[in-house]
């Protein structure tokens, strides 16, 4: 689950460093520390090195002379409803210090776990990745059984917002760049939000990634709108101008109030 580009911190208002406590690390050849919060508790942003740098975009946008209001909202999942970083798991079974970091920046990269949103199999990936490291098997092998564990929980406040719009008969759909493997059990734990979903397109079911523009087509078409219809949200700069430039309303996630702020504006009962 990731939105691709180059490296930029969240907005100030969403900024927040790691949690300084020590989380529990599971792997028996590492020393026992105490545990983090539990997942699935709220949780603001975290500044992440890897995002984009987006402070210059504006956050909303839309094909040129797009003047038809919208009547759905499309969200992307990971880091708009909910937190995502590899970080969350791997601190749990590597001390904290160079050998975490390394792995995460030399071993489980980004660019590796791309190649799942864009629909490769996680047998394949590790395969592969394991035979170049084979001294981290183990920990290569835990990254699919759990996934979950890099997700901790929801963005504070969207939750509530998605309910809001439900509540007002808004309908709510989603476009997320995430692993058709890791979606099923991650979809079926999260049931009580995307049960509110009329539909959810996922990169790796359909081989597609934002912002490629065929994944906003397809999207349209499935979910039975016209893209003026439709406003998009991401916190991804790339994948909200794509949605833009086939002329669906798309805003820019810097956090909840100035989302809650852009939807009323769009005439939306946020």
């Known amino acids: 689950m990731l939105d691709r580009g180059p490296a930029r911190p969240y907005a100030a208002a969403l900024s927040r460093t ?14 026992e520390v105490a545990q983090g919060p539990p ?9 992440r090195p890897h ?51 390394a792995f995460l920046r030399e071993v489980v990269t980004i660019d590796w ?7 490769r199999d996680f047998a394949d990936t590790s395969a592969e990745l394991i035979a170049r490291h084979p001294q981290h098997a183990r ?45 099923p059990p991650f979809r079926a734990q999260e049931a009580a939000l995307f049960d509110r979903f009329r539909d959810i397109v996922v990169s790796g079911t359909e081989k597609l990634i934002k912002p490629d523009p065929a994944i906003y087509h397809l999207a349209l078409a499935r979910f039975g709108l016209e893209p003026g219809q439709a406003v998009f949200i991401d916190d991804n700069a790339a994948n909200v101008a794509g949605a833009a430039a086939v002329g669906m309303h798309a805003v820019l996630f810097t956090g909840v109030d100035a989302l809650v702020e852009d939807l009323r504006t769009l005439g939306l009962p946020a």
């Open 18 to 31: 790691l949690d300084t406590r020590s989380p529990r690390h599971e792997d028996p050849q590492f020393a």
């Open 51 to 101: 995002l984009r740098h987006q402070q210059d975009e504006p956050p909303l946008q839309g094909a040129p002379g797009l003047i038809q209001p919208p009547t759905a909202v499309v969200f992307d999942v990971g880091r708009v409803l909910y937190d995502w970083d590899p970080r969350f798991l791997y601190e749990r079974l590597i001390p904290p210090g160079e050998a975490l970091d």
């Open 139 to 183: 920990l290569i092998e835990a990254w699919q059984p759990r996934f979950n564990e890099t997700i901790p929980g929801p963005i504070a406040g969207m939750h509530a917002l998605v309910e809001r719009l439900d509540d007002a008969g808004v309908p709510l759909f989603a476009i997320t760049n995430f692993s058709h493997e890791f979606w």
């Open 113 to 119: 776990h791309f190649q799942h949103d864009a629909g």
């Open 39 to 47: 997942p699935g508790q709220p949780r603001d942003p975290p500044s």
